[in-house]
């Protein structure tokens, strides 16, 4: 079993940058594929990012490619998710999931793939 704790949100004008954080406990995080999903008020919960294993092999939403990096630090137990040129768009509670995976190279845009998730931390994008 592996808990996690996001990290990072906060408020921040159209154009501005934040990197949320994921810390992750329990079992070694190398062990599973790990991505970023959020949910803006009144709509489903999204995918953004993900990554595999081994951190060589990443997906993003179409909405998140050009602007959102996802890595990971297996080491240090704690997967990254860096966002640019954030939009008021991008306004929502962003969570982090885990994903007990056997490929190295696999990670999943389906929510019902991962296996842990955490609280979630707000992100506001001001106009």
């Known amino acids: 079993q592996v808990q996690l704790v996001e990290s990072g949100g906060g408020l921040v004008q159209a154009g501005g940058s934040l990197r949320l954080s994921c810390a992750a406990s329990?079992?070694?995080?190398?062990?599973?594929?790990m991505g970023w999903f959020r949910q803006a008020p009144e709509k489903e919960r999204e995918f953004v990012a993900a990554?595999?294993?081994?951190?060589?092999?990443?997906n993003y939403a179409d909405s998140a490619k050009g602007r959102f990096t996802i890595s990971r630090d297996n080491a240090k137990n704690m997967v990254y998710l860096q966002m640019n040129s954030l939009k008021p768009a991008d306004t929502a509670v962003y969570y982090c999931?885990?994903?007990?995976?056997?490929?190295?190279?696999?990670?999943?845009?389906?929510?019902?793939?991962?296996?842990?998730w955490g609280q979630g931390t707000q992100v506001t994008v001001s106009s």
């Open positions: 999931a885990a994903d007990l995976a056997m490929g190295i190279t696999y990670s999943s845009a389906t929510m019902s793939t991962y296996d842990y």
């Open positions: 329990g079992r070694t995080l190398s062990s599973y594929a």
């Open positions: 990554i595999s294993r081994s951190g060589r092999n990443t």
